[in-house]
């Protein structure tokens, strides 16, 4: 099965720099991102951009799952903005869980227990196209995968609620344009074995077959599959500059 990057909006906040609307495997994720703006003066870096991401749960309000996932991001960001572009300024990240799968909307307190590797996949994409959004510099573009193990050990692509229940091993990994691997989660027993199966079939996931050389510097995505995910990505982005394009030229 090949995963694709649907149900974006981009733009969808008019009060923000940028924002972005990302559904995925039953969550829906609001993004919007501001700055660079003012930062108070403790949190200053004399030679970097702060970078600071909230995460808001649909229900109640957040605890130590949401600062977990927030430390996340932030060090997934941290090597994709280019914050030595802005010394002295914040760049404000906050996402928004609009909407759970039925069994973790169930009640608040489910949702506060539950393993954050099935929404973190949603929340780093979704922190992406809101940046991607803003059009602040970027050194590159990620893109992210959830990918499950059952007992007998078959790899399962965007799994269901029920697969995930009967996993032996639950996976997120997210691979740059650059073809490097910036994160990796994992739940659950496995081995050496069914790790490099995980990595293989994520990466094919994310960087589809990769045409080109995977060592080359430039973000292009010209060199890969174009059943990917990062082939996904640069055609959202493909559409967001033809619709600006044709708003300049309305006003030529």
Known sequence: MVQHLSNVTLSSLHRADGSATFSCNGYCIIGAVNGPIEVQRRDELPEEAAIDVVVRPAAGVGGVRERHI????????????????????????????????????????????????????????????????????????????????SKDETIVQDPSDQDLHMAASVHVLAFSSKGDLIVIESEGDFNIDIWEKVFEEARHICRGNELGNGDSEDISMSGQDATSLESSLREVMQEKVAKEQRWKESLA
């Open 70 to 149: 927030e430390s996340i991001i932030q060090t997934t960001l941290r090597h994709v903005i280019l914050i030595s572009a802005h010394p002295r300024t914040l760049i404000q990240v906050t996402l928004q869980v609009v909407a759970t799968p039925e069994d973790d909307s169930a009640s608040g307190l489910h949702l506060q227990a539950a393993s954050i590797l099935p929404i973190l996949p949603a929340l780093l994409q979704t922190s992406l196209l809101a940046l991607l959004s803003t059009s602040i510099p970027l050194s590159m573009t990620f893109t992210s995968t959830l990918v499950a193990v």
